[in-house]
């Protein structure tokens, strides 16, 4: 069976400082992808990040990086000196080649204060 | 292109009516996925698209749901007889198949769905 877990349902921080959103994931498939998605209040999804199994480097992009570990199963991602444009709920996901399908964790709502 | 496009953004409809939604995915893309998303979850999978082919069905979609894409282009979801339980957004997303490193899901902004 597949699974994505986020443990944290709701995060709130204050502007500038940096904020780690977790993912946890199980999967059979050897090779599988890992995907975090930005949901804004507007209700649109915006891809951020996908992961492939054999490739464990960690990866930054500005202000966001993202920390792959498949010894935990975890696919964490970080957010530095954050702003209040990033409030939103932020998704995890799997695609497994078994099914081809995107497993979703339930989200982290992100709350970033002013 | 415009990435993916639904139809409408919105919709309000009494309890017991037919309603119907379109997306319209990436043009180069075969895969079409339709998911549905409640307040506080991640989107639920009902059913995807290969080209014109349904190839699988959540049982989540009961017999009320029917999905569509004749022409392997658009598609369309079609709920007969909402319920108020139907109330929530319906998103669509296309990509590309055989998937590999580099494919992605682009979404599309979804469907809120109200039933009063």
Redo the contacts between chains.
């Keep these: 069976a597949q699974k994505?877990t986020q443990a944290q349902?709701e995060i709130s921080v204050v502007e500038k400082e940096d904020v780690t959103l977790d993912c946890v994931y199980e999967t059979r498939d050897t090779t599988y992808?890992l995907?975090w998605?930005k949901q804004p209040p507007?209700?649109?999804?915006v891809?951020l990040i996908?992961r492939?199994s054999f490739d464990e480097q960690n990866e930054i992009s500005g202000r966001y990086s993202w920390n792959f570990q498949k010894s935990t199963s975890s696919f964490n991602f970080t957010i530095t000196a954050s702003q209040v444009v990033d409030s939103a709920v932020y998704?995890c996901?799997l695609?497994g080649?078994g099914?081809?399908?995107?497993i979703?964790?339930?989200?982290t709502k992100l709350i970033i204060k002013p | 292109d415009t990435g993916v496009s639904q139809n409408p953004r919105h919709k309000i409809t009494k309890r017991g009516q037919n309603v119907t939604f379109r997306c319209d995915p990436i043009s180069e893309h075969n895969r079409l996925y339709w998911y549905r998303q409640t307040l506080g979850q991640g989107p639920e999978f009902l059913t995807y698209f290969q080209n014109e082919a349904q190839l699988e069905k959540s049982r989540l979609l009961s017999d009320r749901f029917s999905a569509e894409r004749p022409k392997g282009s658009f598609s369309t979801l079609e709920i007969q007889r909402t319920e108020q339980g139907d109330s929530a957004m319906y998103l669509c997303a296309s990509s590309l198949y055989p998937f590999g490193p580099n494919t992605e899901a682009f979404f599309g902004q979804g469907t809120r769905l109200t039933v009063v």
């Design positions: 994505v349902t992808y995907f998605y507007s209700g649109e999804l891809f996908r492939n998704f996901a695609i080649t099914n081809y399908q995107l979703w964790g339930a989200g």
